[in-house]
């Protein structure tokens, strides 16, 4: 019988950004254009194996209204993945990412793994901030970038399969930022190639 890893994995993000629609496709294979704003909290969770580990995911999808802010930092605490999600069709759902960071980040756990996720890739004709732009944020804060669309599913799976990988201490080209958990980032439309990120080692 494999050892049983947990995860706990929070997701961030403005309202209308599509944290629910993105766990709901994941979890349920289930997407509701007219979901209701998530209140608080949902905690759900999966039990996934991957590389001859069983992984539970606990995952926290949290209130993007501003009312709810102050609940993140009791949310994250300790988490070992931070989330973080935009509309790419909204630039202030982008920008705001910068302030749901900084708010936080002195509360996960050591190593969190950081992920931006661009959701909403379906209305990619409507893409309000540059890739470019997205990507120089990751490299700073050290993140992964993925790029889904919960009404479609593409990207979803994708997006899971890449935290188990880095949950789970498989080899990465990507190394920590040096702004990691020490300034507050703040966003430059800067051009950028790699994202970097660090290894995380097994548990």
């Known amino acids: 019988m494999?050892?049983?890893?947990?995860?706990?994995?929070?997701?961030?993000?403005?309202?209308?950004?599509g944290k629910t629609s993105i766990v709901q496709r994941y979890i349920n294979k289930s997407y509701n254009d007219h979901s209701s704003p998530t209140i608080g909290s949902t905690y759900l969770t999966k039990i996934v194996d991957f590389d001859k580990k069983s992984i539970k995911l606990c995952i926290w999808d949290t209130a993007g209204q501003e009312r709810y802010y102050s609940l993140a930092q009791n949310y994250a605490r300790e988490a070992q993945v931070c989330v973080l999600v935009y509309d790419i069709t909204s630039k202030d759902s982008f920008y705001n990412l910068d302030r749901w960071y900084n708010s936080i980040k002195d509360y996960l756990a050591e190593n969190a793994i950081i992920a931006i996720v661009g959701n909403k890739h379906d209305l990619i004709n409507k893409e309000?901030?540059?890739?470019?732009?997205?990507?120089?944020?990751?490299?700073?804060?050290?993140?992964?970038?993925?790029?889904?669309?919960?009404?479609?599913?593409?990207?979803?799976?994708?997006?899971f399969i890449e935290i188990c990988r880095e949950f789970t201490g498989n080899p990465s080209i990507r190394k920590m930022s040096?702004?990691?958990?020490?300034?507050?980032?703040?966003?430059?439309?800067v051009k950028t190639q790699v994202i970097k990120k660090k290894k995380r080692c097994c548990k």
């Open 2 to 17: 494999t050892d049983l890893n947990q995860a706990k994995i929070v997701l961030l993000g403005d309202a209308n950004s």
């Open 128 to 159: 309000a901030v540059p890739i470019e732009e997205v990507k120089n944020f990751a490299q700073i804060i050290g993140a992964l970038y993925m790029r889904t669309s919960a009404k479609s599913g593409i990207g979803i799976e994708d997006m």
């Open 178 to 189: 040096t702004y990691r958990f020490t300034n507050s980032v703040k966003l430059e439309p």
